[in-house]
């Protein structure tokens, strides 16, 4: 039995249920529009955000509009009120993998829930073509039960042999059209990003294709240099994965992939703030090279939240020491175990990144990835902002060290 079993039931409960209206005052808003002390949210039981503000009149209005008593309000007692986190790189939570089937999302996306991790796109690793397109029909299913998932992120088979990662060699390929159509269709619309070495045969092709399919490709996992990367961005990929992780370094020489994005305002810049993938100084470095356009992402693997031992990525055999994930096999770094709670509370308290930065590239940079800023088929209203209009998604944090104590996704109480 899974220690978190009771966990995992009731947040999968709320998630599948209906939303009511939310009241919170007295709260310090951090988002990326900057601080507001003394400030209230109001949400409807439609899940979206009917009002913010500061006055206490307009306070009690709102509450009557939601049919809620402003004196029954939620008092945040000067806590932080954040957007719900949105993570769009990571594989599971909790002992689960997004790829264990309809269960195993219930209980690594209820790991990933409850530290605050509203939304989340589903990263799926390297398999077999067949098991990935069963894979990528179980997210589809599910994003019709519940409003947190967002989608799939596939992290292969199109990956550099050279720059595999943790991905299982055997199944790497190049992305010839028939194989990107198969994923396409199994798809039904629910890949939001696709991992392309782009100097692969086909990689160009693949990327506009996908791109014109209404998919962010993402380059990564590759031996592109400069040209090969600005290639791949002039095409329309629109992400890059993992930044420092899995590619060409920044040499003065020889650039690599890291300004090709930088250069390009369509791209979004994924970071993993954990210390380990990305020491410090270069996560400080990294994090200043483009404004607005960096998102924090986890990578976080089925160990995450979990005690140190053994693990699987796919079929690959993981063990976890000190919290770091590695292949048994050659030592390689396979995912991590951290969640978007931890890196905003990382960049904020040992890194010197502002509060409202550190926040931005948890929720709202994000969201921007795919056009969920604004609004959209996938979440309805547009996530990411504490904001009139926006998704009734917040996180109530522990001023002192950033801890999320109280999560609600869309109107839906999940902690
Ligand atoms: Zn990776
Ligand atoms: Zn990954």
Redesign the pocket.
């Known amino acids: 039995m899974n220690v978190h079993e009771q966990d995992v039931a009731r947040v999968t409960a709320a998630l599948e249920g209906a939303a009511r209206p939310v009241a919170i005052g007295n709260a310090r808003v951090i988002d990326a529009d900057g601080m507001r002390d003394d400030s209230w949210v109001v949400s409807s039981g439609q899940g979206v955000i009917v009002a913010t503000g500061t006055g206490q009149r307009e306070f009690a209005q709102a509450c009557d509009q939601v049919g809620l008593d402003a004196r029954e309000a939620i008092d945040a007692r000067g806590r932080i009120l954040t957007p719900g986190y949105v993570d769009i790189h990571a594989h599971g939570a909790w002992g689960a993998s997004f790829d264990d089937g309809a269960d195993g999302i219930d209980v690594a996306r209820a790991g990933h829930a409850v530290h605050g991790t509203t939304r989340q796109v589903l990263s799926l690793i390297t398999n077999p073509l067949d098991v990935m397109c069963a894979n990528i029909r179980t997210v589809r299913a599910k994003m019709d039960e519940r409003p947190d998932i967002l989608g799939c992120h596939l992290?292969g088979p199109f990956l550099a042999v050279g720059r595999k990662?943790a991905?299982d060699p055997e199944c790497l390929t190049n992305p010839e059209p028939h194989i990107v159509e198969a994923m396409l269709e199994a798809a039904d619309g629910c890949i939001r990003q696709v991992?392309i070495a782009p100097e692969l045969p086909h990689g160009i092709e693949a990327i506009r294709t996908l791109a014109a399919a209404g998919v962010v490709p993402a380059v990564?996992?590759c031996d592109a240099d400069y040209g090969m990367a600005k290639a791949g961005f002039d095409a329309g990929a629109g992400i890059l994965?993992?930044m420092f992780?899995?590619m060409n370094g920044l040499h003065h020489r020889e650039p690599g992939p890291i300004p090709a994005a930088v250069e390009n305002p369509h791209v979004t810049i994924e970071l993993i703030n954990d210390g380990f993938h990305v020491q410090d100084p270069m996560v400080r470095l990294g994090f200043g090279f483009a404004p607005h356009r960096t998102a924090f992402v986890t990578?976080a693997m089925a160990a995450t939240g979990c005690p140190d031992g053994a693990y699987k990525l796919g079929a690959l055999d993981v063990n976890v020491v000190d919290g770091h994930a590695r292949l048994v096999s050659n030592g390689a770094i396979a995912g991590s175990t951290l969640l978007l709670e931890v890196a905003v509370a990382r960049a904020v308290n040992e890194l010197g990144i502002s509060p409202v930065a550190a926040v931005e590239a948890a929720t709202l940079t994000a969201a921007r990835a795919f056009g969920f800023d604004k609004p959209n088929a996938v979440t309805g209203a547009p996530i990411g902002l504490i904001a009139k209009g926006f998704a009734a998604d917040f996180n109530l944090i522990d001023p002192a060290d950033w801890t999320v104590e109280h999560v609600w996704c869309a109107g839906r109480a999940l902690k």
């Open positions: 992290e990662g991905h991992t990564g996992h994965t993992h992780n899995a990578d």
